[in-house]
């Protein structure tokens, strides 16, 4: 169970993250979370989860911008004192590492980690909610 | 000074039975002893009955560089490696450096053009020489430095870099010559300024400077800032380094040094001899260098010649205008050369994939810089930052290992290198030179 994640590389530069958002409003695409990452040397990454992720590469690529599209675990995390702590311990104990994590709508959290489907399966054992990709399009 | 007047101020008629006496014994020479001429030779339909007088050297085939990396590294030589006496090498197109050598006749020969072209410069008894051209494989540093040697002048070998040492030791020693690239020149003077030393109060006098093109707005703003006379010298590896030819104070051309190194001017297209004074391609027949001669090799760099007298220092030796341009897309990047198609080889080399790139040269600071800016495509795009950022080091590394210099390399979105036709744009040469 996952969602897709679009990695876009980017120039660090002026106006660039206006550009790709413009594009996506543009084409009545919701943006249902992001992160930025920044390399130091002139670019960066942008991580978009969006309610549309086909029409999104299409849009962007027909653009000219270099998307990668990846499988991510996104958890509902409840909106309270040690949610995401809780979350993390799950890992922390079975030994899964977190290689990224942001936060997108609705309490939502999105995480990188190597074996999806078994993060998944230890999550939902522990009473969390895991969404999928055709939650993620219709919330 | 003139340091050899009965070579530097010759009457035409003398210089031409020198040059053709020295070019039929040439071509002998390399007919007997290196196989690659012998084959050149009859497949342009020649032999040395042919080459009776100066005039007949047209009938010779040219040289290119690739001649020197198809034979790397000995296979142009006419002596065995272990008879010579030194061997140089520059860094080649496709990895494989260029690679030169000199017998002890031609390093001796070496010393009497560099001290010639020192001399005409303006050096006297009682000047220092501040060498800061590299020491090592290149050929600037040891040129200049043998130079010094045969005039009997004082010479620091300081080689590139260290500026503050340069500049103490500039006013420690009372230097009176700079030798290095033009573009070191304007830095050290700008280095100075940042110490609070003004440049114009220092010992130098002469500026001996070449190694990269440079233009006549370059020397007004050097002479300025050093209160010196600069002056353009030129040379290559493959003719002798250094000392090809120089400029003399009245700065009106660059002396060739013709007894030795015969000069012609071609159309590129063709290879036909153009007008004097017209523009064209700049060829050179080594008449009396031993290890590695060269009969008609292409320089690759535009200029025009005169044989008038000059006015100024009253030699006869042919002037070459300061050079125009270049006929293929090599580049000059802090005296070394770089041609396009090494950064393509590297980036080839890189998962296969070749991505577009882009070379913006820069003058900052008064040094060149050289970034390679590189297309992030598809084949070559990684989610993690990490990986790219080993992929951007991996990329600088490989392109500074093979062109010995330092680079910026900078990863790129697909769209922002500028095509025209269809053809990218491979390089921005924004110096004004």
């Given at each position: 169970m996952?969602i897709?994640e679009?990695?876009?590389?980017?120039?660090?530069?002026v106006?660039?993250?206006y550009?790709?958002?413009?594009?996506?409003?543009?084409k009545?695409?919701?943006?249902?979370?992001f992160?930025?990452?920044?390399s130091?040397?002139?670019?960066?990454?942008?991580r978009?989860?969006?309610?549309?992720?086909?029409?999104?590469i299409?849009?962007?690529?027909e653009?000219?911008f270099?998307?990668?599209?990846?499988?991510?675990?996104?958890?509902?995390v409840?909106?309270?004192?040690?949610g995401?702590?809780?979350?993390?311990?799950?890992?922390?104990?079975?030994?899964?590492?977190?290689?990224?994590?942001?936060?997108?709508?609705?309490?939502?959290?999105?995480?990188?980690?190597?074996?999806?489907?078994?993060?998944a399966?230890?999550?939902?054992?522990?009473g969390?909610?895991?969404?999928?990709?055709?939650?993620?399009?219709?919330? | 000074?003139?340091?050899?007047e009965?070579?530097?101020?010759?009457?035409?008629?003398?210089?031409r039975?020198?040059?053709?006496?020295?070019l039929?014994?040439?071509?002998?020479?390399?007919?007997?002893?290196?196989?690659?001429?012998?084959?050149?030779f009859?497949?342009?339909?020649?032999?040395?009955?042919?080459?009776?007088?100066?005039d007949d050297?047209v009938?010779?085939?040219?040289?290119?560089?690739?001649?020197?990396?198809?034979?790397y590294?000995?296979?142009l030589?006419?002596?065995?490696?272990?008879?010579?006496?030194?061997i140089h090498?520059?860094?080649?197109?496709?990895?494989?450096?260029?690679?030169?050598?000199?017998t002890?006749?031609?390093i001796?020969?070496?010393s009497?053009?560099?001290?010639?072209?020192?001399?005409?410069?303006?050096?006297?008894?009682?000047?220092?020489?501040?060498?800061?051209?590299?020491y090592?494989?290149?050929?600037?540093?040891?040129?200049?430095?043998?130079?010094?040697?045969?005039?009997?002048?004082?010479?620091?070998?300081m080689?590139?870099g260290n500026?503050?040492?340069?500049?103490?030791?500039?006013?420690?020693?009372?230097?009176?010559?700079?030798?290095?690239t033009p573009?070191?020149?304007?830095?050290?003077?700008?280095?100075?300024?940042?110490?609070?030393?003004?440049?114009?109060?220092?010992?130098?006098?002469?500026?001996?400077?070449?190694?990269?093109?440079w233009?006549q707005?370059m020397r007004?703003?050097?002479?300025?800032?050093?209160?010196i006379?600069?002056?353009?010298?030129y040379?290559?590896?493959?003719i002798?380094?250094?000392?090809?030819?120089?400029?003399?104070?009245?700065?009106?051309?660059?002396?060739?040094?013709?007894?030795?190194?015969?000069?012609?001017?071609?159309?590129?297209?063709?290879?036909?001899?153009v007008?004097?004074g017209?523009?064209?391609?700049?060829?050179?027949?080594?008449?009396?260098?031993?290890?590695?001669?060269?009969i008609?090799y292409?320089?690759?760099?535009?200029?025009s010649?005169?044989?008038?007298?000059?006015?100024?220092?009253?030699?006869?030796?042919?002037?070459?205008?300061k050079?125009?341009g270049?006929?293929?897309?090599m580049l000059i990047?802090?005296?070394?050369?770089?041609f396009?198609?090494?950064i393509?080889?590297?980036?080839l080399?890189?998962?296969?994939a070749q991505?577009?790139y882009?070379?913006?040269?820069?003058r900052?600071?008064?040094?060149?810089?050289l970034?390679?800016?590189?297309?992030?495509?598809?084949?070559?795009?990684?989610?993690?930052?990490?990986?790219?950022?080993?992929?951007q080091?991996?990329i600088?590394r490989?392109?500074?290992?093979?062109?010995?210099l330092?680079?910026?390399?900078s990863?790129v979105?697909?769209r922002?290198?500028?095509?025209s036709?269809?053809?990218?744009?491979?390089?921005?040469?924004?110096?004004?030179?």
């Amino acid at each position: 169970m996952s969602i897709v994640e679009l990695a876009v590389f980017m120039e660090d530069k002026v106006g660039r993250l206006y550009e790709i958002t413009k594009l996506l409003a543009d084409k009545g695409i919701n943006i249902r979370g992001f992160a930025v990452s920044d390399s130091g040397t002139g670019f960066g990454i942008l991580r978009v989860i969006t309610n549309d992720s086909k029409n999104t590469i299409n849009a962007l690529k027909e653009r000219g911008f270099v998307v990668h599209e990846k499988k991510v675990l996104c958890v509902r995390v409840p909106d309270e004192v040690g949610g995401i702590a809780k979350t993390l311990s799950i890992f922390q104990s079975h030994d899964i590492n977190v290689h990224e994590m942001y936060a997108i709508v609705n309490s939502l959290i999105v995480f990188h980690v190597d074996n999806i489907e078994d993060a998944a399966y230890l999550l939902k054992h522990e009473g969390m909610e895991v969404i999928n990709q055709k939650a993620i399009e219709q919330i | 000074m003139i340091w050899q007047e009965e070579f530097e101020c010759m009457s035409l008629d003398k210089l031409r039975d020198l040059q053709q006496k020295r070019l039929i014994e040439l071509v002998k020479r390399v007919w007997d002893k290196v196989p690659f001429y012998k084959k050149l030779f009859n497949e342009k339909g020649v032999s040395p009955a042919d080459i009776k007088s100066i005039d007949d050297i047209v009938k010779l085939p040219f040289t290119v560089k690739t001649d020197l990396r198809d034979n790397y590294p000995f296979g142009l030589f006419t002596c065995p490696v272990n008879e010579v006496n030194e061997i140089h090498a520059s860094s080649g197109t496709t990895g494989k450096p260029t690679v030169v050598a000199y017998t002890k006749n031609d390093i001796k020969l070496w010393s009497v053009v560099m001290g010639r072209s020192i001399a005409m410069a303006g050096a006297q008894r009682g000047d220092i020489i501040q060498n800061a051209y590299g020491y090592g494989l290149f050929t600037g540093g040891l040129g200049v430095h043998y130079g010094a040697l045969e005039l009997g002048l004082p010479v620091l070998p300081m080689s590139s870099g260290n500026t503050q040492k340069q500049l103490q030791l500039m006013h420690d020693f009372n230097t009176t010559i700079i030798t290095c690239t033009p573009s070191y020149a304007l830095f050290m003077a700008e280095e100075a300024m940042d110490r609070g030393i003004d440049p114009r109060k220092s010992p130098l006098r002469i500026g001996i400077l070449g190694a990269e093109p440079w233009s006549q707005q370059m020397r007004d703003k050097i002479e300025e800032l050093w209160n010196i006379t600069a002056l353009d010298i030129y040379g290559l590896s493959e003719i002798i380094g250094p000392g090809v030819a120089q400029e003399c104070p009245g700065k009106d051309g660059l002396h060739v040094f013709a007894d030795h190194f015969y000069p012609e001017i071609i159309d590129p297209r063709t290879g036909d001899p153009v007008e004097e004074g017209e523009d064209g391609e700049l060829v050179f027949t080594t008449l009396t260098k031993e290890a590695l001669p060269l009969i008609r090799y292409r320089t690759g760099d535009i200029t025009s010649i005169t044989y008038d007298k000059c006015n100024a220092c009253g030699r006869t030796l042919p002037r070459i205008s300061k050079l125009k341009g270049r006929t293929d897309d090599m580049l000059i990047v802090r005296g070394i050369n770089v041609f396009p198609s090494q950064i393509e080889s590297v980036l080839l080399d890189i998962k296969g994939a070749q991505p577009h790139y882009q070379l913006v040269i820069d003058r900052k600071h008064s040094l060149d810089t050289l970034e390679v800016q590189v297309e992030v495509n598809e084949d070559i795009f990684s989610d993690e930052i990490k990986k790219l950022e080993d992929l951007q080091q991996h990329i600088q590394r490989e392109i500074e290992a093979v062109l010995s210099l330092k680079v910026d390399v900078s990863l790129v979105e697909p769209r922002s290198l500028s095509r025209s036709m269809g053809k990218a744009k491979r390089v921005i040469d924004n110096r004004n030179i």
